[in-house]
């Protein structure tokens, strides 16, 4: 069981703003910043959004990242076909020794 | 090109050990603190284990304490994790992933490609 909670699913069409929540505590996301991973089908994971809204060089300014509080939330506007990919949320836990962890991942289907 | 490639993985009974190796390649990789993550046949990932960048200092999930054990030779650019005692619910696919420094503090900036490891008699 995943210590921060995603949705299992999300879903919009193309050109639709859809956004993904992650929920921690305040060992967690209270209190260190957050991540965003994006997999697409069949391949390794790819960083999206580090320290909680910044994207690093070649992802799109579509997605962006916020943090309020134990939570977390990723957005993508404008959303694209190739958007279609699991999403995960991590961050490090002062309660596991300062290790890291995953969200349970947020499969986003574009209709 | 920065890159880190796994291999090493295969099938393997319950019971048994497998050594994966990951080898990096276009970074100054002793610089680097490195982790192996795991992704079970459609579910998420998870953390297994982390290393310093000298091998000095070593954490482990609980799932895999005392049959894990993860080191380096950064002198061969490689990193490892020897895993003994294999389990069924250790089946998945096992990639290596550095941590960002300066420029992406704390998150994974590069992953492997992975390598599947199957427990099965």
């Known amino acids: 069981q995943s210590v921060l909670t995603q949705p299992p699913s999300a879903s919009g069409t193309p050109g639709q703003r859809v956004t993904i929540s992650c929920s921690g505590s305040?060992?967690?996301?209270?209190?260190?910043?957050v991540t965003w991973y994006q997999q697409l089908p069949g391949t390794a994971p790819k960083l999206l959004i580090y320290s909680n809204s910044h994207r690093p060089s070649g992802v799109p300014d579509r997605f962006s990242g916020s943090k309020s509080g134990t939570s977390a939330s990723l957005a993508i506007s404008g959303l694209q076909s190739e958007d279609e990919a699991d999403y995960y949320c991590a961050a490090w836990d002062d309660s596991l020794n300062g290790l890291v962890i995953f969200g349970g991942g947020t499969k986003l289907t574009v209709l | 090109e920065v890159q880190l490639v796994e291999s090493g993985g295969g099938l393997v009974q319950p019971g048994g050990s497998l050594r994966l190796s990951c080898a990096a390649s276009g970074f100054t990789f002793s610089s680097y603190w490195m982790h192996w993550v795991r992704q079970a046949p459609g579910k998420g990932l998870v953390w297994v284990s982390r290393?310093?960048?000298?091998?000095?200092?070593?954490n482990y999930a609980d799932s895999v304490k005392g049959r894990f054990t993860i080191s380096r030779d950064n002198a061969k650019n490689t990193l490892y994790l020897q895993m003994n005692s294999l389990r069924a619910e250790d089946t998945a696919v096992y990639y290596c992933?550095?941590?960002?420094?300066?420029?992406?503090?704390?998150?994974?900036?590069?992953w492997g490609q992975g390598t599947m490891v199957t427990v099965s008699s």
């Open positions: 290393s310093n960048s000298d091998g000095s200092r070593t």
């Open positions: 992933t550095r941590v960002g420094q300066l420029l992406y503090p704390g998150a994974f900036d590069i």
């Open positions: 305040s060992s967690n996301i209270g209190s260190n910043t």
